[in-house]
């Protein structure tokens, strides 16, 4: 079966500071891969997704990047972190067996002071 | 484009009470629906969707949802709520290239003795 993890699960940066966090999924191969940002009262906001290896579609203009290293990796980054980057961060991946779902990992809570 | 409205950000019912949890969609597509559900400082985990077959959609936990075209809705229901019900429920439509899901803003369910 399955299985997304991602690291950290608790992150407290100040503010100016890089960022990475990474996201695998584990039991197939080839998956498309999402970033997620969810804020308090905002509902979940697709950052980025990847069909494959290197390849990466931004969906806002923002302070981060993304990267996919390797088939089954997937990494958010930040030079110089914002308070306004706090939130959740949520990483699902999807596959061509069953093309319509999403399924999520466990987040990771980033607080920028 | 698509979008989601879910109407009221906080529901409040009596364990063993009806749950109904609002639903509107708008899609230039037919669209594919889902319902998730987070508990705190977890991921998100799929409860049911619809993808063009039956209407009344039979999720996990009890839930079910029917999809109303002419109504352009997808409300969430459970004859009977349990003090375990107590989440957060997120509407998402399927659109767009590379299945990318647009989410509402969520729903918290309370759940009262």
């Known amino acids: 079966s399955q299985t997304i993890h991602q690291w950290p699960a608790t992150l407290v940066q100040p503010v100016g500071s890089p960022l990475s966090l990474e996201c695998t999924v584990e039991g197939t191969s080839n998956p498309n891969l999402y970033w997620y940002r969810q804020a308090a009262g905002r509902g979940l906001q697709l950052l980025f997704y990847s069909v494959g290896i290197g390849q990466i579609s931004s969906e806002v203009p923002q302070n981060l990047s993304a990267s996919r290293p390797q088939d089954r990796q997937f990494i958010l980054s930040s030079k110089k972190l914002l308070l306004s980057d706090s939130g959740f961060y949520l990483c699902a991946w999807r596959i061509g067996v069953e093309t319509d779902t999403q399924y999520f990992g466990p987040g990771t809570r980033l607080t920028v002071l | 484009a698509q979008s989601v409205t879910q109407l009221g950000s906080h529901v409040s019912v009596s364990e063993g009470a009806l749950v109904l949890l609002r639903c509107n969609y708008s899609?230039?597509?037919?669209?594919?629906l889902f319902w998730y559900v987070q508990y705190p400082n977890q991921g998100l985990q799929l409860l049911l969707k619809y993808t063009s077959a039956a209407t009344l959609v039979k999720g996990i936990n009890g839930f079910e949802a029917e999809f109303k075209k002419s109504e352009t809705s997808f409300h969430l229901t459970k004859p009977s709520a349990h003090m375990s019900d107590a989440a957060e429920y997120f509407c998402a439509v399927r659109g767009g290239s590379n299945y990318k899901l647009t989410f509402g803003k969520g729903t918290l369910l309370t759940v009262n003795p």
């Open positions: 899609s230039s597509v037919p669209p594919y």
